[in-house]
Nanobody
Framework: QVQLVESGGGLVQAGGSLRLSCAAS????????MGWYRQAPGNQRELVAY???????NYADSVKGRFTISRDNAKNTVYLQMNSLKPEDTAVYYC?????????WGQGTQVTVSS
């Protein structure tokens, strides 16, 4: 069974940066869609960004120009570079892989942005 493990979350001041990593337990990132989602307390989980193998990347309007998703298939890792962080970016961030109707989720990593 494939596993995804996120890391890189933490506490940062507004305007700061963090880079999240999502490591897969085996090589499968070259197929399917990799995405980052987030969920703040009391809110539904929302899509932040996703990337398809050989295809374009897409971002939520709220993070465009500030966040960048990238993938390193050789390292089985997907990254989310987050710049110019805002307090409203505070949430648990989840890594996701989707292929052929199957969703795989990581355990999540907390990102807290202080004002």
């Amino acid at each position: 069974q494939v596993q995804l493990v996120e890391s890189g979350g933490g506490l940062v001041q507004a305007g700061g940066s963090l880079r999240l990593s999502c490591a897969a337990s085996r090589s499968f990132l070259s197929i399917g869609t990799m995405g980052w989602y987030r969920q703040a307390p009391g809110n539904q989980r929302e899509l932040v960004a996703y990337t398809t193998s050989g295809g374009p990347t897409n971002y939520a309007d709220s993070v465009k120009g500030r966040f960048t998703i990238s993938r390193d298939n050789a390292k089985n890792t997907v990254y989310l570079q987050m710049n110019s962080l805002k307090p409203e970016d505070t949430a648990v961030y989840y890594c996701n892989h989707f292929f052929s109707g199957v969703n795989t989720w990581g355990q999540g990593t907390q990102v807290t942005v202080s004002s």
